[in-house]
């Protein structure tokens, strides 16, 4: 088993421009969820999903857009990239809901100029 | 709400017992998550409290007081590789788990 996979590892990306932060997992997981991690800030939770076809915001979900189309993949979408969202982006997967524990991908670090 | 409260650092010398405490206030609480984060690293679990009490797994073990709104981890028999971020985390309503701002580690010999 793979885990969580996620890509790219890096981006560096110009205000303005868009990008979708791919997501996948092998271990048919019900539950995933999107994190950034800032300096001080701690993981926060932007969006997250409790099954295919159903997901939800998180607590900063301004600025990002989610879909779940399979149980496998949770793709992350920037629709217009902001200096804000310099940031190191985690991917998780739990067997279900979030009282069980999540397995994290390596992350993706992004930075915007 | 859910509030988070544990400390931004800590030192502690290698063999030692070190305790890191967090607090949280929280409604419709599920349960309580340690994790530990290496540098440049992605999280790892380290343990689940639902129930007050302490649970041990080796040289690692973690209490809750959910009265208290309070838990602690404890890590026994200090190694080198134990300097790493510990994240507290709550899962509540809504299927939401929400982190603390993590507490990082530095074990001296």
């Known amino acids: 088993n793979a885990g969580v996979t996620q890509t790219p590892k890096f981006q560096v990306l110009k205000t303005g421009q868009s990008m979708t932060l791919q997501c996948a997992q092998d271990m048919n997981h019900e539950y995933m969820s999107w994190y950034r991690q800032d300096p001080g800030m701690g993981l926060r939770l932007i969006h997250y999903s409790v099954g295919a076809g159903i997901t939800d915001q998180g607590e900063v979900p301004n600025g990002y857009n989610v879909s779940r189309s399979t149980t496998e993949d949770f793709p992350l979408r920037l629709l217009s990239a902001a200096p804000s969202q310099t940031s190191v982006y985690f991917c998780?997967?739990?067997?279900?809901?979030?009282?069980?524990?999540?397995?994290f991908g390596p992350g993706t670090r992004l930075t915007v100029t | 709400g859910q509030n988070i409260d544990q400390p931004t650092e800590m030192t502690a010398t290698e063999g030692a017992i070190v305790q890191i405490n967090c607090t949280y206030q929280?409604?419709?609480?599920?349960?309580l998550f340690w994790y530990q984060q290496h540098a440049g690293e992605a999280p790892t679990f380290l343990s689940y409290n639902v129930l007050d009490g302490l649970e041990e797994k080796g040289r690692f073990s973690s209490f809750l007081s959910r009265s208290k709104g309070y838990s602690y981890l404890l890590l026994k028999e200090l190694q080198m590789k134990d300097s790493a971020s510990y994240l507290c985390?709550?899962?509540?309503?809504?299927?939401?788990?929400?982190f603390g701002t993590g507490t990082k580690l530095q074990v001296i010999p």
């Open positions: 985390a709550s899962a509540g309503g809504y299927q939401k788990v929400t």
């Open positions: 998780a997967s739990s067997y279900r809901e979030s009282s069980y524990e999540q397995y």
């Open positions: 929280t409604s419709g609480f599920n349960g």
